[in-house]
């Protein structure tokens, strides 16, 4: 046993290592790629070693060899390691689970690596004091921090904070490209929202960036997370030199490329960024190397972004292109003030049947307006503009309206009418567009029956968000889009 004060690392002959178990030769990342994602964005540098969509090895030499054993990963205070899901040069993050609360947390442990240990020890406590003075929903949490010593004899500060459900937004966009407006303004209310928590704390992040906002459109939530560069707007204590470039290139404002001081109105730059990005698809400056975009940051012009998306409401345009100003002072004043702006947009396009910006038009037919509803709302934050037909006839004078729908998903339990004779009827007159076919779990014989019929797949109530969006991508060839 390994022991400072209370804090203590122990390697148990059994762990709680589910599917992962530890293995000497080989130590698995998790093989769950929605945790590997959230927590290598927990990270306080931006270079990463973990399992995106497969397992793969890690190097026991970036890791702390305290942790590394035939009997075990053992556990830092009351949480017990069962993973490990990020390293870096700053430290390493571990997958963990905390007893006393039932869940799982993760675990950031610094690096006994580092040449200059005592600024990193200063970094790294930083990071859990910023955490600290936040208490906001959109911000992950610290739970709790503490120092551990290693059997060298080395002692290193860890930290544990919360798991922040769902995906990097960076995922998201690297996966469907850009974003229908409304999810772009639900994003970045979200977003700036949690901002506005940190600066009222009197905090600059200083590293907003995709990769940095977790995104759960099941609970309809953001977190920010990753304060490894985050400081004090007034900071007596400078523990990096003012000309030390800190960031994520594409995402730093131009005074970060100047090695100024930075404070709140550098956190909205970026925040001006993230929303051209999911506009676009890209962010505004792009290039080779990082010189070239240092150059453009500062002094290039962005391509309009309407130029890019015309769908766009003038109000959302004008706000991000007042954000990527140049001049600090010419930005919004605040957190708040973007929050406003964003709540005052009107989208420029209201309907779903003609929003350019989603990659697939869906007619839901269903009589169950409450989960029609909430059907909706949530396929409009996967980009998929969906209507719903409450009878036979509201579906067949849907289906012949310009533009026609990309694909029909058709309830089995229709109401007063057979789903089946439905299905019959649009194989019957329109076999070219794809149906999809709801159901529940007591009633599969019928979605085997509709498969038989020429139906491209079946779902099963209660329906998953990620797991509809999938099946629609994955079996649907959109139609034309091109108004006659």
């Given at each position: 046993m390994l022991h400072d004060g209370e804090v203590s690392v122990r390697r148990p002959a059994e762990t709680r290592m589910g599917s992962n178990a530890f293995n000497s030769e080989h130590d698995p990342l998790s093989g769950d790629s929605v945790w590997n994602d959230e927590i290598a964005c927990l990270m306080a540098d931006s270079v990463f070693h973990f399992a995106d969509d497969q397992q793969k090895e890690l190097n026991p030499a970036d890791t702390t060899t305290a942790f590394h054993s035939h009997?075990?990963?053992?556990?830092?205070?009351?949480?017990?390691?069962?993973?490990?899901?990020?390293?870096?040069?700053?430290?390493?993050?571990?997958?963990?689970?905390?007893?006393?609360?039932?869940?799982?947390?993760?675990?950031k442990l610094m690096s006994h690596t580092l040449k200059d240990k005592r600024n990193a020890r200063l970094r790294?406590?930083?990071?859990?004091?910023?955490?600290?003075?936040?208490?906001?929903?959109?911000?992950?949490?610290?739970?709790?921090?503490?120092?551990?010593?290693?059997?060298?004899?080395?002692?290193?500060?860890?930290?544990?904070?919360?798991?922040?459900?769902?995906?990097?937004?960076?995922?998201?966009?690297?996966?469907?490209?850009?974003?229908?407006?409304?999810?772009?303004?639900?994003?970045?209310?979200?977003?700036?929202?949690?901002?506005?928590?940190?600066?009222?704390?009197?905090?600059?992040?200083?590293?907003?960036?995709?990769?940095?906002?977790?995104?759960?459109?099941?609970?309809?939530?953001?977190?920010?997370?990753?304060?490894?560069?985050?400081?004090?707007?007034?900071?007596?204590?400078?523990?990096?030199?003012?000309?030390?470039?800190?960031?994520?290139?594409?995402?730093?404002?131009?005074?970060?490329?100047?090695?100024?001081?930075?404070?709140?109105?550098?956190?909205?730059?970026?925040?001006?960024?993230?929303?051209?990005?999911?506009?676009?698809?890209?962010?505004?400056?792009?290039?080779?190397?990082?010189?070239?975009?240092?150059?453009?940051?500062?002094?290039?012009?962005?391509?309009?972004?309407?130029?890019?998306?015309?769908?766009?409401?003038?109000?959302?345009?004008?706000?991000?292109?007042?954000?990527?100003?140049?001049?600090?002072?010419?930005?919004?004043?605040?957190?708040?003030?973007?929050?406003?702006?964003?709540?005052?947009?009107?989208?420029?396009?209201?309907?779903?049947?003609?929003?350019p910006s989603a990659w697939c038009r869906v007619i839901l037919a269903d009589d169950d307006e409450q989960f029609g509803k909430a059907a909706i709302h949530r396929m409009k934050l996967k980009g998929v503009a969906m209507r719903q037909a409450l009878t036979p006839f509201e579906l067949f004078r849907m289906i012949s309206e310009k533009p026609g729908p990309d694909a029909v998903l058709v309830d089995m339990a229709y109401g007063d009418h057979d789903g089946m004779d439905v299905v019959r009827q649009l194989r019957e007159e329109r076999p070219e567009l794809p149906v999809l076919v709801l159901t529940s779990a007591r009633s599969i014989d019928k979605a085997v029956a509709a498969m038989k019929l020429g139906c491209k797949d079946f779902l099963c109530k209660p329906l998953e968000d990620d797991n509809l969006a999938r099946v629609i991508r994955d079996t649907i060839v959109p139609n034309d889009r091109t108004d006659a």
């Open positions: 009997q075990g990963m053992g556990h830092i205070d009351k949480y017990v390691l069962t993973s490990v899901l990020g390293t870096g040069g700053m430290g390493i993050v571990f997958r963990a689970f905390d007893p006393s609360e039932d869940c799982d947390v993760c675990v790294f406590e930083r990071e859990a004091s910023m955490l600290r003075m936040v208490r906001h929903h959109n911000v992950v949490r610290l739970l709790q921090q503490g120092n551990v010593k290693l059997e060298n004899g080395t002692s290193l500060p860890w930290m544990a904070m919360s798991l922040a459900p769902g995906r990097p937004l960076d995922k998201l966009l690297k996966k469907e490209g850009r974003f229908a407006e409304n999810r772009i303004l639900w994003i970045g209310k979200e977003l700036t929202r949690g901002l506005a928590a940190i600066h009222e704390a009197g905090i600059v992040h200083r590293d907003l960036k995709p990769s940095n906002l977790i995104v759960d459109e099941n609970s309809d939530r953001l977190s920010i997370i990753d304060f490894g560069l985050a400081r004090p707007l007034r900071n007596s204590t400078m523990i990096t030199r003012s000309d030390q470039l800190l960031g994520t290139p594409a995402y730093m404002s131009p005074e970060q490329f100047k090695g100024a001081p930075p404070d709140h109105r550098t956190d909205l730059y970026s925040v001006g960024v993230i929303l051209y990005t999911m506009a676009a698809g890209i962010p505004p400056f792009v290039a080779n190397d990082w010189s070239a975009l240092r150059n453009r940051v500062m002094t290039g012009k962005a391509e309009p972004v309407d130029q890019l998306r015309p769908d766009l409401s003038e109000g959302l345009r004008q706000l991000i292109h007042t954000l990527l100003e140049k001049n600090p002072a010419r930005r919004l004043a605040s957190a708040v003030a973007v929050v406003h702006a964003l709540e005052s947009v009107e989208p420029k396009v209201e309907s779903a049947a003609h929003d």
